[in-house]
């Protein structure tokens, strides 16, 4: 009788051995998964990260570009209208000079 619980107890110990050893291996890839998990997150909060500052950049440039284009339309504008008051002075010098020959031949006696 003590020959078969003798067999029994050392079945039973291949048996914890085996699993122990499964189980240390399973462990193992748990843990190996588990930092191939952690990693990829990194790289997934990098890239998340960058797509921020790329979207931002946009942003930041569409913003500029606006700007930009506003204030070349307002330059275009200031400079159509002070175009426009020299041309207003440059009529207004050409009447008076005119007006001035008229009224200096006329006193001459000149028409």
Known sequence: ???KYAKVLQESEVSLSKTTTERNIKMNQVTNIRSQIEKE??????????????????????????????????????????????????????????????VYYSDQGFR
């Open 1 to 3: 009788e003590y020959s």
């Open 41 to 102: 997150a990194r790289e997934h909060s990098k890239i998340q990260e960058q797509m921020y500052e790329y979207h931002q950049k946009g942003l930041t440039m569409d913003k500029s570009a606006q700007y930009s284009e506003k204030n070349a339309a307002k330059t275009r504008r200031q400079a159509q209208e002070l175009e426009f008051e020299v041309a207003n002075v440059e009529n207004d010098i050409q009447f008076e000079v005119v007006g001035n020959f008229q």
